[in-house]
């Protein structure tokens, strides 16, 4: 039997350092693409996927990431007096339901798989999703829908990925394939920031998963990968073989927002699809070009 997907792990322990002096005093995924920061935009996708409960997986100077979520009595308050009905609407998407989000804390920047080992207590035996907020996917559906639509069908693991450049494969976990259909494939094996003269493929896994509870075995392990980190990619490697293993070409388009010049697309991309901005950003951008 498969089980329902309610379950998403967000891990926002990273110092944001590409990023700084802004993230000096703010979190990366605080950063905002035109009026949402970076981690609205992963919760709102893993809603539209069904998903109930939420963990973060922060770090110490990270608690308004939290808060952010929280329900802001004095403004809501200050916002009706005024009768500013848009600016409470647009508060709406910031709060979650009672008791849905927790976060618990990565002491020491292990890695993705430490992150992911720290929230083992709220994934329990569950499935669940992982949502890596640096990754804005854009498009008609949820990609974390696209992923749990795979998961019903088969069960198991099941990740996104791109088609990379070759030589960027030494950025990425990488898959090696068996069966494809063009959309779906087979995982016969992950590589972990291969060099480009020996990975088995250009297919890379973005930051988007749909992984079951039996990965917590070979995390528990705390092995040390590559950058001597506990690597995800290798325990979802120990995997293979032992249930279902797919890669998804999702449908959308993926802005990579831990870089700069992905976090500037981004927002160009993102104003570009509002009826109240497009034509003045399409304006300006002619002025500058």
């Not at 329900?71 to 647009?90: C, G, M, P």
Request: hydrophobic content about 45%; some cysteine.
């Amino acid at each position: 039997m498969i089980k329902p997907l309610k379950k998403a792990v967000l891990p926002v322990a990273g110092l944001g350092t590409r990023f700084l002096p802004a993230t000096k005093a703010m979190p990366k995924e605080m950063l905002p693409v035109v009026d949402k920061p970076l981690i609205q935009y992963a919760i709102d996708e893993a809603r539209a996927a069904g998903i109930e409960e939420f963990c973060l997986v922060t770090a110490r100077g990270k608690d308004n990431l939290i808060d952010y979520f929280d329900i802001a009595y004095e403004l809501e308050s200050t916002l009706r007096e005024r009768q500013k009905t848009s600016a409470i609407e647009a508060l709406s998407s910031s709060s979650v339901e009672a008791g849905s989000l927790v976060a618990v804390r990565q002491q020491v920047p292990l890695g993705l798989g430490h992150a992911i080992w720290c929230a083992r207590n709220f994934i329990g035996n569950d499935p669940f999703a992982i949502l890596l907020p640096d990754d804005i996917v854009k498009g008609g559906r949820s990609c974390v829908a696209q992923l749990a639509d795979v998961y019903h069908q088969t069960g198991g693991n099941v990740v996104a990925v791109d088609e990379v450049p070759k030589e960027w494969t030494d950025r990425y976990g990488v898959l090696e394939i068996g069966e494809d259909d063009g959309r779906k494939v087979e995982v016969k094996g992950l590589v972990e920031k291969p060099d480009p003269a020996v990975a088995p493929s250009n297919l890379a896994i973005i930051g988007r998963y749909v992984l079951t509870a039996d990965v917590l075995k070979p995390l528990s392990a705390l092995k040390k990968g590559v950058g001597g980190e506990v690597q995800l990619t290798d325990a979802m490697a120990e995997m293979i073989g032992k249930v279902p293993f797919h890669g998804l070409r999702y449908e959308g388009t993926r802005f990579d927002c831990g870089s700069k010049l992905g976090f500037l697309e981004a927002q160009i991309a993102m104003a570009l699809e509002r009826d109240d901005l497009a034509g003045d950003v399409r304006a300006f951008l002619k002025k500058y070009l």
